[in-house]
């Protein structure tokens, strides 16, 4: 099955594709949407305060952890600074990793870091230890 041959190991439970590489990893944090806000008081109606929505604040960053890259996979363009126009796109698994439970795309991507472990012949794939991405928006695709 054409699924099969991209999960590498078993407790890889999320499949990432960066960029249009496609990657396995087994720990995923930074999934976040969230809405800044002011809270502004109206003189004279002191028993209610009004909030507006503010631009988001801060940095949004996806931090991919304990990943395997296929060789067959190019992974030159997955270096720090470089802007991603595919963007990212996180697919989680289900108990038995052969169904996609839910699918998030990320947008306005930027790589910020990424580490590489050590090349082990055992193991037959580059094992990427973290990658920092960061991104500006997320969508929860199903």
């Known amino acids: 099955m054409a699924e099969d041959r991209y999960l ?3 407790n890889f439970n999320f499949k990432v594709e960066v960029n249009g590489v496609l990657l396995s ?3 995923v944090s930074g999934l976040e949407r969230n809405a ?3 809270a502004v008081r109206e003189g004279g109606f002191n028993f209610h305060t009004h909030y507006l929505h503010n631009a988001p604040d801060g940095d949004r960053t996806l931090t ?3 990943g ?3 060789f067959n996979q190019s992974v030159s363009q997955l270096s720090p600074g470089r802007f991603l126009p595919k963007g ?3 697919m989680v698994l289900g108990d038995d990793r052969s169904k996609i439970r839910v699918t998030y795309a990320l947008d306005g991507c930027y790589i910020r870091r990424i580490n590489f472990g050590d090349l082990d012949a055992e193991h037959g794939g580059l094992i990427v230890n ?4 960061a991104y500006s928006s997320i969508t929860e695709m199903k």
Do not use: G, H, N, P
């Not at 973290?130 to 991405?133: F, G, M, N, S, W």
């Open 64 to 66: 991919l952890e304990y």
């Open 8 to 10: 590498l190991y078993k």
């Open 88 to 90: 990212v796109t996180v």
């Open 36 to 38: 800044s806000m002011e």
């Open 130 to 133: 973290q990658l920092e991405i």
């Open 68 to 70: 395997m890259a296929d």
């Open 25 to 27: 990893f087994s720990k």
